[in-house]
């Protein structure tokens, strides 16, 4: 009954693999990104967000060999304030990550969804790029609860996937596709979902068309990631059946 429950687990999250996914690599916008001025975000710029969703597949993937990048999370979340020298080292991430090689999983790695770091050398896709600069903030002191990796539809209905930074000053978007840095609310975009504040491997849903607003209740702080948790059961499930047999 385990290894059932843990192969409908991780089905079930796979299922939605075409939440994220980046189509082509043009950008819009420039990189003369200003400082909000102090009062001018609102609380709209603030995404709503729903029930929980399952990840996206390549997420899973990502979890699975970067575990330590999946766990943990908090209970209160960071508040932070936007400072000039925070604004500098969001606008210099966002611009260093976004020269690197933009280029897709499917000629990268030979797959179509495969989510890693990209590099100055071999670059990535737009969730490779976003995961990044979410690397790249953190090693810099910015709180993982404050960077959130988001997937989005584009006007023709291309997947893509960006990286929200909440502030206090509002919610902003670190974009491949745009060397400025603006409220989310100002974005072209479909929002579908994004990683919950409390726990990163949890995912909450931006989808205005399906949109619950329900209480989830969160594993606790400590807890194992449940999909990272059901493929270490069915892989010594598997194995053991090996050995029986």
């Known amino acids: 009954m385990k290894v059932f429950f843990a192969f409908r687990f991780i089905a079930a999250f796979v299922f939605i693999a075409g939440l994220a996914g980046c189509a082509r690599m043009d950008h819009f916008g420039s ?6 001025m102090a009062g001018s975000v609102t609380p709209a710029s603030y995404l709503p967000s729903g029930q929980e969703v399952p990840p996206p597949s390549g997420f899973i993937g990502f979890c699975l ?11 209160k979340p960071s508040d932070l304030p936007l400072t000039p020298g925070r604004w ?11 020269r690197q090689p933009q280029v897709s999983d499917l000629a990268h790695y030979g797959v179509a969804e495969y989510w890693t770091y990209a590099d ?9 790029l976003a995961l990044e600069k979410r690397r790249l903030l953190v090693s810099q002191g910015w709180p993982a609860d404050a960077l959130l990796i988001a997937t989005v ?4 209905g291309d997947g893509h996937a960006v990286l929200l930074v909440e502030t206090a000053a509002g919610e902003f978007v670190l974009d491949n596709k745009n060397w400025r840095i603006v409220p989310a609310a100002e974005t072209p975009y479909i929002w579908r979902a994004r990683q919950s504040r409390q726990r990163p491997y949890v995912w909450v849903n931006l989808d205005r068309g399906s949109f ?13 990631v449940p999909f990272i948790e059901a ?9 053991t059946a090996i050995r029986i047999d």
């Open 231 to 239: 493929v270490r059961t069915a892989s010594i499930a598997r194995h």
């Open 88 to 98: 500098t080292e969001l606008n210099t991430v966002n611009d260093f990550v976004n």
């Open 212 to 224: 619950r607003q329900l209480a989830t209740a969160l594993p606790p702080l400590g807890a194992p």
């Open 65 to 75: 060999r970067h575990e330590a990048d999946c766990e943990g999370g908090t209970d």
């Open 153 to 156: 539809r584009e006007w023709n």
């Open 120 to 128: 100055a050398r071999g670059g990535g896709d737009c969730e490779d």
């Open 31 to 36: 990189s003369a990104s200003s400082m909000p």
